[in-house]
DNA sequence: CGGCACTGATGCACAACATGCATCAATAAA
DNA sequence: TTTATTGATGCATGTTGTGCATCAGTGCCG
């Protein structure tokens, strides 16, 4: 960049401009008029040219230094535009937020929380994208989003993870269904039952998850089929192919023609947690994060 | 003015963000790390709020330095525009040029001078204004053009005078008269003949100039009529009511039903000074001088 | 796991620089 | 002429920015 001669005296020339009298500007500045007045000296020897002429008894600007108080007046106006501007997204006043979320989020935790957010930050701008939990690891990893809802637990010393809920599980049978018998059911009730999942390409993240329940209990999963979206899942359950698992989140998106019981069993919970980048100290993420925790604390 | 924090180094940072690498940089700008490392302290210290993450691996923007990167770099660009247009202005370049004319010059001197001048700056603005001697030296003084045509002599301390030319004066008669039958015609044949001039209004400085020559040489002038515009001028000369006295740049106006003589007389000339204020040190003004003398010169 | 290379931050001494004071020359007003 | 006010300037001083040396933190490589 080419370097810009005079920079640190053009507000001193703007203020001598305005009332053409070297002593009342340097009264103004709390400047000794000396000093003012070398000030500008060095200014114009900057600059090449002369910006005043100066009798004993009177100040005036040449036209080169007309020219250069009202162009430069506009540009220390937009200097201290530029400072109002990244003052405000320092303070989280404004900016943009990158909010990346998965299924089990987007009925209710984000949207509730984003609702409350738009509020107490309207000049925030957010950006909402569905990544699936692993992806968007990778994402906030390239700081492609600022902050996830994903399947939790989740622990990395990058990263910040909050968890938010912890929703009950529930098993979802065709309308009649020898499981719905029982006044409770259990994990152990689930030994030997054919179960429907989503494939790994959809459901990833929970399907381990499951797994990992179920190898906790000492239960097998018997997968017997997998359905690559939601609607067939649901048809095959209710055509007594088997059942699934669901978590509560989403029961409410479940056809008439199945049923659903809670699966009553401590660890049986599908968590959601919020993560960022530890290193992302941005406010429009702390702010984020004040307000998800509320909605998050009182869902759980 | 409010003050506007941190202006010296924002061209440092720039640099800086361009490359988020304090010792490159540093190098980049002749300058130790440690002093780079400092400027850009006090730059967010006077800010308020960072605008670099820096670790020791790696600097990378905050969103408010990003935001500040971009509107500043726009921002130093209206500057070094800004210093542009200026040195353009102080060079003479561009810029506005006010140029006050009167009656003698409208023919010859100045429409050659704006020609060439034209040619040689083609940026400058120039405001041509018909003002008659008297009225250019308030006009000047007052700073409301910057430059005259006048008749001359002028001689003031605050002014400049460059006598441009010097025209022979012409009789004008009838179409017969008496005296065109003599082989040259010297003032003191002009005494005893009535004289039509036009009026104190419009003729001012032109008549003193007359009246000064003839009685310098002891001729009495004898005004017959005054007219108050050349055409009503011109019919009375060919009517036989007098004769008239006119410079050599306009008797190429006069109608063919008048005669014109040269008056032989080294001092009977009517002078032609280009006159601006010795304060007035713009450029333009320099470059116009340049160019009407030259004109004028090759004019007298 | 242990050097190694490279990062930005910091303590310190020094030099460069801007500042304030006193004063000057020029000029307008009284 | 006197007086007051203008901007410029020489000089001593205090502030400030700079460079050098060094530190602590971190990714890389064997």
Redo the contacts between chains.
């Keep these: 960049?080419?370097?810009?001669?005079g920079?640190?005296n053009?507000?001193t020339f703007?203020?001598l401009a305005?009332d053409l009298n070297f002593r009342r500007t340097a009264e103004r500045l709390h400047l000794d008029q000396s000093a003012l007045s070398r000030r500008i000296q060095k200014l114009e020897q900057g600059?090449?040219?002369?910006?005043l002429?100066r009798?004993t008894r009177e100040v005036s600007l040449?036209?080169?230094?007309q020219?250069?108080y009202q162009?430069?007046a506009?540009?220390?106006r937009?200097?201290?535009?530029?400072?109002r501007?990244?003052?405000s997204?320092?303070?989280g006043k404004s900016?943009?937020l990158r909010v990346a979320y998965m299924a089990f989020a987007a009925t209710e935790l984000m949207p509730s929380a984003m609702l409350r957010f738009r509020q107490a930050h309207p000049h925030i701008e957010v950006r909402l994208e569905y990544i699936r939990t692993q992806g968007q690891k990778i994402a906030l990893a390239n700081g492609d989003v600022d902050i996830g809802y994903m399947i939790g637990p989740f622990d990395h010393p990058d990263f910040h993870a909050l968890q938010l809920s912890s929703e009950p599980l529930y098993v979802v049978t065709p309308r009649s269904h020898p499981l719905l018998l029982r006044p409770k059911i259990v994990p152990a009730d689930l030994a030997g039952q054919p179960v429907i999942l989503g494939n790994m390409r959809e459901w990833e993240e929970y399907r381990w998850r499951l797994n990992d329940l179920f190898s906790a209990e000492g239960i097998a999963l018997d997968v017997a089929l997998e359905a690559s979206n939601t609607l067939a899942l649901n048809g095959l359950v209710a055509a007594g192919l088997g059942i699934t698992i669901y978590p509560e989140s989403l029961i409410g998106f479940l056809g008439r023609n199945v049923e659903v019981r809670q699966v009553m069993h401590p660890s049986f919970r599908s968590r959601t947690v919020l993560v960022w980048k530890r290193?992302n100290?941005?406010p429009?993420v702390q702010a984020f994060v004040q307000v998800a925790k509320q909605i998050g604390l009182q869902a759980s």
Tied chains: 1, 2.
Excluded: W
Aim: hydrophobic share 40%; no cysteine; glycine share 6%.
């Design positions: 960049m080419k370097n810009l001669p920079l640190e053009v507000q703007l203020a305005q600059l090449g040219f002369r910006l002429d009798t040449t036209q080169a230094g020219r250069f162009d430069n506009e540009v220390m937009s200097y201290d535009e530029a400072i501007a990244a003052r997204v320092a303070e900016g943009l290193s100290r941005s429009q």
